[in-house]
């Protein structure tokens, strides 16, 4: 190559001499050597520099050299240098050219001094080797260039216009993992496709569906290459095709697939070609076409063994495997198109970039079309029609389908231009298309026939159909033209259905072949065979119709088709495609067929849509299905989803459509929630045909400002949107305006979601503008966006004007993370004024003073405001101090919270001055320390107060508090503390725990007791208190009138809480219980507890000196410490003064033995009556002793109460004087004989002593011989019991014997597990030998109670006749009872009392209960009635009777004429002996009491003998007939022959159950029986429960009660009684005045009835009972009630369990406990109330609470510590109820606690268990250590095990 201008060479070298010098650098220095061997007249560089200096004197030297050197220069550099970059080694030899001008002669080149690595004559055979592969690559280079031109031109032929591939756009993907897991927030940005040819390093995978032209773009990369060296980086390019790659053998070497099946290099060049591409891989391109085709797919390699071997023979999977993951070629550029389901076959770490080709947008289409239609007639007809059919336009996206369309559409405007039908599917499209290219075909039918095309050439469709289906099921989309019969081929490709192809086989020869015009035509044309063909059976069909999900896996099968099969199968078994099908069908059942096989696809497709587990895309699959088939039917099964969620996947126009199709065929709203789903906006307008859309939500960076412009104007017309998301996109405030406007025309939108996107300021404020229009909004997200603190304050702002607005909930930092509305549609909401609860919540904002004044500017603007949320904010003083001004201002019913705000003092002291500065403060809470606490609460009663009001209320004073907790107070702050507070008069608690007061601090804050005139409780926890601080409290506490109790625990250093009662001058507001006890005279005990302290001698001293100045002191607790000997003496001097003194706790104080000394010489006089507490103090039976000699020694000493053991308890009682009887416990105790003695010389002075219990002891032998005489002359004694002391049979008659001989009054008691059976018997039998002067003697069970010495009192029988006196002799007994009950007796233990029937003379009762004796005891029995009599009351109550045995024992009642009362319960009495007893029962002329309840087997004939038996008895008194199965005609009789016993006083005819009858006979019979009491003018006590008698019955009974004077007694329990009935019954019980119990349980009671009880009440003079459990009165009933029970002041017992009386309720019956003394027992189970602490404090005034049950209420540990505080005083309490609540372990610690001071308790249920205590288990040690379970008490080291 000649160059004219030889200047130019020179200035090239000088142009890139700086980027040669750098290449040279990098060069081996022999490469140096050669280039300086070769230029003989250039100068060596001067040794003294550096290799850079050296290599820049050289190039500098050819840029100034003549041009023919500087020509061989750049030669010999581009042959000796190795990775010379392409551009500019292209730049050097274009400006040299390409032939070396004048090469110089060869000689032996000199070594150089500084080289001596190899000799010289090594040079020239690796520069010729290089010029030769260089030779060798500009020939191939050239070759390569030209192949891809023509193959280029080739593939124009076919394009319908000059398409400008420079205007194609690839979307670029930013996520390359599987489209599913992909972030739905992934940007896209759209790039021309010359940009996405960069031919970077690794895989790039260009995407798109078949026919949208990539293998156009692929080669217009290559032309591009060729043709203008882009991109300069690449040397050479290689282009396959995966369908040519398929017809390649099974294994071949990349030699093979780079030049046998590309383009071959001549055979001496190959090894060249190779070697460069093996040692440059970074320029070499490979593209691979159409993986979509490829019928195998990418394998992972294995990792190598070795070198790669480019002779080595592999799979084309292989191959292509080991390039895409650079095993093969590392740095080459890689580019695979495919379809996008098929890029997950590819690793993804490996891919450099994803782009998909994105088809024909309208205006594109529309210019196709132009193109296609130009010069026909309906050029623009056509155009207009295409761009306005959904289908088409839809199917017109692809290039290819674009191209069939306007085939179709040519056709069928040809063919009837003014009749044009479009076809309304894509299946109907298709039949169209067929047609089309049919009609195409020379030969064809002529125009205007009647035969149709399809039927025309109907034999070659179905030949075409059956080849397109082998290939299908073969996976071939080529097809060898030898393997189609000739003339279906010229038919084909006549038609335009076939496209030629040239194909190299294995042998690298070139073949015709084929393959379908486009792979969809190829599905159909296989779809036709499948519903047409005679072999098609319903497994072919059903293995087509499977849903394919367009989330792809690895592990999914792959297929070079797409999914249209089953959409064409779908589509043809629409009506409109029924013709052409026919036209198709063979044989003379072709209809049938046609019909079957779309039967067939239906019935799969309905099936399909019924499955629940449908993932999106596979729904919408099955919908494409549903809109294909046009079936409604199955739209609706569709329809019935609640949502439709797409992830991910690309949506088309016809997506859309069959969406739309789908939801409007169904009756309920369905929801449409897209994900990062990529649609043309033209989507959008297809939504708003839908009328059943209930929610849309959008997600993704996508969807922009024109996507909401689109969506805006389709908003109004969706009438059913509930919901609207548009979140995680980039709409700006401009796109929000638009969407705006559309919202303002959208009130059915409930739901509004705009987070996440790009909205400022003005954005936001649109959205908030347009809220008062939107009457159905409930909530709106507008968080995550980019509006500052005054977006924000402008939405508060909107709450002053939009009463809808509930909630503004805003997080912020440095941005606004979160900002929603809450929104309420009361319609009865007008103005801001009636929309109550509102919030503000600005979380972690931060607030200059100008932005709080704005906010609290807005805010005191906003009406109904209940709570203003600040927390974690930034807040400074002086904006501080502008929110305290502010809130006068505000109207806030809840409180202002600014947790997680750092306050400094002056902060601290701005907050609590609003307690005494704002009225409307209620409490203050401010926490200083992590975590960081302050909250502001206001009363809802100074909300809104008009003045007037506010004038009337004048004299009450708002309840304030006050918590400064853990805020660093010291005693300095105290006095500014107070000028905060001096203006404050109602405050009522003041919290200054965890501070730093000290002792001064605290002697401050007592000086300012007097000026804290309302305060109800002091709290100065963990102050760092000391011994003089306590002094200094104990002293306000004599001296301060209203201070009610003092906690102290640790000498003051933890617990220090002063309690205090309420001003009567100033009532206060919120005050629940304590204003009215004081108001009505019921003043607060006083409490000191000063627990767990070491206090002093001295210090004791002087703390009981001045707490004896205290006159209403009632309980003193020293508990917890460890207190000396002369601390307990300093106590008890000081006892005398302390009159009031009720308890004082000395427990848990380590006094042990000694400690007990000075009790044993208490002398002094004025005591009060006060328990003392001792347990836990290590005692010992010494020590025990000591105390019982304090019995003998001082008169004050009256009760001694000693456990030992686990449950070390011991309590004294003292009493004023010496009047009181005295009483001893021993019990847990192990005696040896010293101590037994010891206790006998004391228990000989104690001459008062009344009762003596010595139970469960463990004694030795002969213990009792040391006592028993000692017993005998305790003439006082009237109660013994010893209880599991291991005594036998002889012990207890030696004791009885001994005792016997005393003529006092005595009761024994013992119990001893052998006492059973035949042992009771022996007993017994003893007991009466020996003791001539016992009374009674009743075994129960294991228990033996023997009473000695007195007439027996056999309680009340109805005849006052005297027994007379039988003359029995010297040794009679004179025993009036034996009870054997439940001891398991038989019948011959009863043998005993044959024996003793002359012993028994006087027996008055007999009671052999709850034992099995049989026949044979009966018989005993009945041999034995006769000799007893003076035997008035027999009890043989049995669990389980036999037959016969009434028969036979009423042969010996027949003769008992003394028996007054007998009890039979639960015997079985047949026909006989109801019989037997209607002769008997009239015979005994004194009976006046009778028991038959429970009875069994009565008959309706044995029924009418025992009524008849019974009436006849005139002189019954008590009747109880409870429980009796008797049917309708013996009920009947029994009213009819009730009145012959007029004279009965107390009937019992509960659970009188009608066995056979219907129950309109059975309200008969009880109608009648109701009706028959009318003549029951004596009755006392009646009970009628369960006979269901309801308001008819009661109004028939309410008839007799104004007769009934003397009744004090009826219970209408479970008798379905409502208020009409029950307000008859009390008005009528009104003449009742002797009435004492009333039990109306089980009912269905309401208000009605509770206040019509509330008016009769005050004349029940006599009322003690009163049981309403489980029935439905409320809170006004209750209250009615509650108004009441003070005016009855005989009421013991209230039942009001199970009625939802809530809280008003209990709070009333709280405001009235107080006022009954005399209350005894109190249940109120399941309430439907938690608040019942007011209910627990009042029971310190209940001073006879005997029986107390909150269960099943719910309430926590503050009802438990309440009642943990009052315990101690209720000394009468036996039983406490708290199960089913959710009290924790500290709240039952508490009660554990108090249960130390409460010797009364003696069970306590708690959660679902029940413990006895005798003394409470829950007092002991062993407390600490239990967990409490639903069930049990578990140790805690056994939780694990239970």
């Known amino acids: 190559m000649e160059v004219n201008n030889e200047a130019d060479v020179l200035s090239v070298l000088s142009q890139v001499a700086s980027e040669l010098v750098e290449v040279l650098v990098g060069q081996p220095d022999d490469v140096q050597t050669c280039l300086l061997r070769h230029m003989q007249h250039v100068p060596r560089p001067a040794r003294t520099g550096n290799q850079r200096d050296r290599i820049l004197q050289l190039v500098d030297h050819f840029t100034h050299a003549q041009p023919d050197e500087c020509r061989r220069f750049i030669h010999t550099i581009t042959m000796v240098c190795d990775n010379l970059p392409m551009a500019l080694e292209s730049h050097l030899l274009s400006a040299a050219g390409c032939d070396d001008p004048h090469p110089p002669p060869p000689q ?116 591009r290459w060729a043709n203008r060296n882009l991109p300069k980086s690449v040397r050479l390019l290689f282009f396959f095709e995966f369908r040519q790659l398929n017809m390649l053998p099974d294994t071949l070497s990349l030699s093979d697939l780079l030049f046998h099946f590309f383009l071959s290099p001549e055979q001496e060049d190959s090894e060249n070609i190779l070697a460069f591409v093996l040692e440059n891989p970074k320029q070499v391109w490979l593209i691979f076409d159409g993986y979509d085709e490829f019928r195998s797919r990418f394998t992972p390699p294995v990792r190598p063994s070795g070198p790669f071997d480019p002779q080595e023979h592999l799979t084309v999977s292989e191959l292509f495997s080991g390039l895409c993951s650079g095993r093969i070629l590392p740095g080459s550029s890689i580019m695979v198109t495919c379809r996008a389901r098929d890029m997950f076959d590819l690793p993804d770490n490996d891919l450099s970039q994803v782009g998909e080709l994105l088809g024909f947008d309208q205006q594109r289409v529309r210019e196709y079309a132009e193109h296609y239609f130009q010069g026909k007639t309906h050029c623009e007809h056509a155009v207009n029609v295409l761009l306005k059919s959904r289908h088409l336009l839809s199917m017109s996206s692809i290039p290819a389908l674009c191209f069939m369309c306007c085939v179709c559409l040519d056709h069928l405007l040809t063919e009837e231009p003014h009749k044009l039908s479009l076809p309304e599917t894509v299946t109907q499209v298709y039949i169209q298309i067929l047609n089309a290219f049919i009609s195409r075909c020379p030969g064809s039918v002529v125009r205007g026939s009647s035969v149709p095309p399809l039927q025309g050439h109907k034999m070659e469709v179905q030949e075409l159909s059956r080849l397109a289906l082998q290939g299908l099921d073969e996976h071939r989309v080529v097809f060898w033209k030898s393997d189609i019969p000739q003339n279906i081929l010229d038919f084909a490709m006549a038609a335009g259905l076939l496209s030629p192809l040239k194909l190299r086989q294995g042998d690298g020869s070139w073949h015709e072949g084929c393959a379908f015009v486009h792979l969809t035509m190829q599905e159909f044309l296989g779809a036709l065979h499948l519903m047409t063909s005679e072999d098609t059976i319903e497994t072919d069909l059903r293995k087509r119709l499977n849903l394919k999900t367009r989330w792809t896996a690895r592990t999914q099968p792959k297929t070079v088709f797409t999914d249209s099969l089953q959409l064409f199968l779908c589509g043809l078994t629409s009506s409109a495609c029924c013709p052409y099908l026919l036209q198709l069908a063979r044989g003379p059942r072709a209809q049938g067929c046609v019909q079957h096989r779309q039967g067939v696809v239906l019935k799969v497709l309905q099936s399909l849509g019924n499955s629940a587990s449908l993932t999106g895309p596979k729904a919408l699959e099955l919908c494409r299905c549903a809109y294909e088939t046009q079936n409604l039917h199955l739209a609706e099964i569709l329809a019935s989803r609640s949502r439709f969620e797409l992830r991910n996947i690309t949506l088309t126009l016809m997506d859309m459509e069959a969406l739309t199709f789908v939801i409007s065929a169904g009756g309920q709203g369905v929801g449409l929630d897209f994900g990062g789903c990529s649609m043309e906006l033209e989507c959008l307008e297809v939504l708003a045909s839908s009328w059943n859309i209930s929610y849309l939500i959008f997600r993704s960076r996508k969807y922009e400002d024109r996507f909401a412009e689109v969506l805006s104007g389709i908003l109004p017309r969706l009438t059913s949107l509930r919901r609207l998301e548009f979140i995680s996109g980039n709409l700006t405030d401009a796109g929000a305006e638009k969407l705006a406007i559309a919202l303002g025309n959208c009130p059915g939108i409930a739901e509004l979601n705009l987070s996440d996107n790009m909205l400022m300021n003005r954005g936001v404020s649109k959205i908030a503008d347009v809220l008062p229009k939107m009457t159905s909004l409930t909530t709106v997200h507008l968080g995550k966006n980019g509006l500052s603190l005054d977006g924000v304050l402008y939405v508060v702002e909107k709450m002053t004007s939009c009463p809808n607005i509930q909630r503004v909930h805003v997080v912020g930092n440095k941005e606004i993370k979160e900002l929603k509305l809450s929104l309420s549609q009361d319609p009865d909401a007008q103005s801001v004024e009636d929309a109550p609860g509102r919030i503000v919540s600005l979380l972690n904002c931060t607030f200059t003073p100008d932005e709080m004044q704005k906010l609290c500017l807005f805010l005191a603007r906003c009406f109904g405001l209940s709570v203003i949320d600040l927390s974690g904010g930034v807040m400074k003083d002086d904006a501080l101090q502008v929110l305290v001004d502010w809130l006068p201002q505000l109207s806030v019913s809840r409180e202002v919270v600014m947790n997680s705000t750092s306050l400094t003092m002056n902060g601290l002291s701005a907050l609590s001055r609003s307690v005494t500065d704002c009225p409307a403060v209620a409490e203050v809470n401010i926490r200083r320390q992590d975590p960081i606490k302050v909250s502001i609460m206001f009363s809802t009663e100074t909300q809104n107060q008009t003045l007037g009001e506010k004038t009337a209320k004048q004299d009450l004073v708002q309840s304030k508090k006050l918590r400064l907790s853990e805020c660093d107070l010291r005693s300095s702050h105290v006095d500014k503390l107070y000028e905060t507070l001096r203006g404050c008069q109602g405050l009522t608690l003041l919290d200054l725990s965890s501070n730093a007061l000290g002792n001064q601090g605290l002697k401050k804050l007592m000086d300012l007791l007097p000026h804290l005139t309302a305060v109800q409780e002091i709290n100065v926890s963990e102050n760092g208190v000391t011994m003089p601080g306590v002094l200094a409290v104990a002293e306000a506490f004599c001296s301060h009138r209203s201070m009610r109790a003092v906690d102290i625990t640790h000498e003051g250093k933890q617990r220090l809480i002063m309690k205090f009662g309420v001003n009567k001058s100033k009532p206060l507001r919120n005050v629940m219980h304590s204003t009215q006890k004081l108001e009505n005279g019921f003043f607060l005990y006083k409490k000191f507890s000063l627990q767990c302290t070491c206090i002093l001698p001295n210090n004791m001293d002087e703390l009981c000196r001045r707490l004896s100045a205290c006159s209403s002191l009632v309980q003193l607790d020293f508990s917890g410490g460890s207190l000396e000997q002369r601390s307990i003496l300093n106590v008890l001097t000081h006892l005398p003064q302390m009159t009031a003194l009720k308890l004082l706790n000395l427990s848990e104080n380590l006094l042990r033995d000694d400690g007990m000394k000075p009790f044993a010489q208490l002398d002094r006089e004025h005591w009060a009556s006060t328990l003392v507490s001792l347990n836990h103090n290590k005692m010992t039976l010494d020590g025990a002793l000591y105390l019982v000699a304090g019995m003998t020694t001082s008169a004050h000493l009256h009760r001694v109460e000693v456990s030992l053991g686990e449950e070390d308890r011991a309590v004294v009682h003292l009493a004023p004087d010496n009047s009181c009887d005295k009483s001893l416990s021993l019990r847990n105790c192990t005696f040896e004989v010293t101590h037994l003695q010891t206790l006998a010389r004391s228990l000989c002075y104690c001459h008062q002593l009344v009762e003596l219990d010595l139970s469960c002891n463990d004694l030795p032998a002969g213990a009792l011989e040391t006592l028993q005489k000692t017993l005998s002359s305790l003439n006082a004694l009237r109660r013994l019991e010893i209880r599991n002391c291991g005594l036998n049979q002889q012990n207890i008659e030696a004791l009885l014997k001994e005792l016997d001989c005393s003529k006092r009054p005595l009761e024994i008691r013992v119990e001893e597990p052998w006492v059973m059976g035949q042992a009771a018997v022996n007993l017994v039998s003893c007991c009466l030998d020996l003791a001539c002067n016992m009374q009674q003697i009743r075994v129960n069970g294991t228990t033996v109670n023997i009473t000695l010495g007195t007439a027996y009192a056999q309680g009340k029988l109805c005849s006052d006749t005297p027994v007379p006196r039988v003359n029995i002799g010297k040794l009679a007994s004179a025993v009036k ?26 027996l008055v009762e007999l009671d052999l209960s709850q034992n099995d004796i049989g026949i044979e005891g009966a018989e005993t029995l009945s041999s034995l009635l006769p000799d007893l009599q003076n035997l008035r009351k027999l009890r043989l109550e049995y669990k389980e009777a036999v037959p016969d045995q009434i028969r036979v024992l009423t042969v010996g009642l027949s003769r008992s004429a003394s028996l007054e009362d007998l009890s039979l ?16 029962l009239p015979g005994l002329p004194r009976l006046r009491a009778i028991n038959l309840s429970h009875c069994s087997n009565l008959t309706t004939v044995g029924a009418r003998h025992l009524i008849t038996g019974l009436t006849n008895c005139r002189s019954l008194e008590d009747v109880s007939l409870k429980g009796l199965q008797l049917e309708e005609e013996a009920l009947v009789q029994l009213a009819s022959e009730l009145p012959n016993i007029s004279s009965v006083r107390r009937l019992i005819l509960s659970k009188i159950a009608v066995a056979t009858s219907s129950t309109d006979s059975a309200s008969g019979a009880v109608l009648l029986l109701l009706r028959s009491l009318e003549h029951f003018r004596r009755i006392e006590e009646i009970e009628l429960d369960e006979m269901w008698m309801g308001d008819r019955g009661i109004q028939e009974l309410a008839k007799h009660l104004p007769n009934w004077t003397g009744l004090r007694r009826i219970s209408l329990c479970e008798n379905n009684i409502a208020d009409g009935g029950g307000e008859k019954l009390l008005a009528a019980l009104t003449h009742c005045t002797a009435l004492e119990e009333i039990i109306l349980s089980g009912n269905i009671l309401a208000g009605g009835s509770a206040t019509r009880l509330s008016e009769v009440l005050p004349s029940m003079t006599c009322l003690r009972v009163l049981n309403l459990q489980h029935n439905q009165i409320q809170a006004a009933g209750g209250t009615a009630l509650a108004t009441y029970f003070q005016a009855c002041g ?56 005997e029986d107390i049950s909150l269960a099943w209420n719910g309430f926590g540990d503050d009802v438990a510590l309440k009642l943990a505080e009052v315990l101690p005083v209720c000394q009468k309490l036996k039983r406490v109820d708290l199960e089913s609540n959710k009290i924790s372990v500290a709240g039952a610690e508490a009660l554990a606690a108090s249960l130390q001071s409460s010797s009364s308790i003696q069970v306590i249920r708690y959660q679902y268990l029940l413990v006895s205590m005798s003394v409470s288990v829950l007092c002991t040690p062993v407390f600490s250590n239990l967990v409490f379970r639903d069930s049990q008490i578990v140790p805690k080291d056994q939780v694990g095990k239970h």
């Open 108 to 223: 032996k080149p000199e070594m150089p001094e500084y080289r001596n690595q190899q000799p010289a004559d090594d040079c020239p055979t690796p520069l010729k080797q290089k010029r030769d592969r260089k030779d060798s690559l500009e020939t191939y280079h050239t070759s390569v260039k030209k192949v891809l031109l023509q193959q280029y031109e080739q593939v124009m032929q076919g394009v319908v216009r000059n398409v400008q591939l420079e205007q194609v756009r690839v979307s670029l993907r930013r996520s390359l993992g599987r489209s599913r897991d992909a972030e739905e927030g992934a940007t896209e940005s759209v790039v021309p496709v010359e940009s996405f040819f960069t031919a970077q390093p690794g895989v790039t995978v260009l995407l798109g569906p078949a026919g949208s032209g990539k293998t156009l773009v692929t080669h217009y990369a290559a032309w």
């Open 1690 to 1745: 005989s009421l013991t017992d209230i039942n009001l369990s199970g009625n939802p009386l809530g809280t008003e309720g209990a709070a009333a019956l709280s405001s009235v406990l107080p006022h009954m003394p005399s209350l005894r027992k109190l249940h109120l189970v399941s309430v439907h109330t938690t608040e019942l602490s007011s209910i627990a404090a009042c029971l310190e005034n209940c001073a006879c609470a």
């Open 1465 to 1480: 319960v639960h015997h079985v009495i047949d026909d006989y002996s109801a019989a037997a007893l209607a002769t008997t």
């Open 1377 to 1402: 009872c034996i009870g054997l009950v439940n001891c398991f007796l038989q019948g011959q233990h009863l043998t005993f009392l044959q024996r003793m029937r002359q012993r028994c003379a006087q």
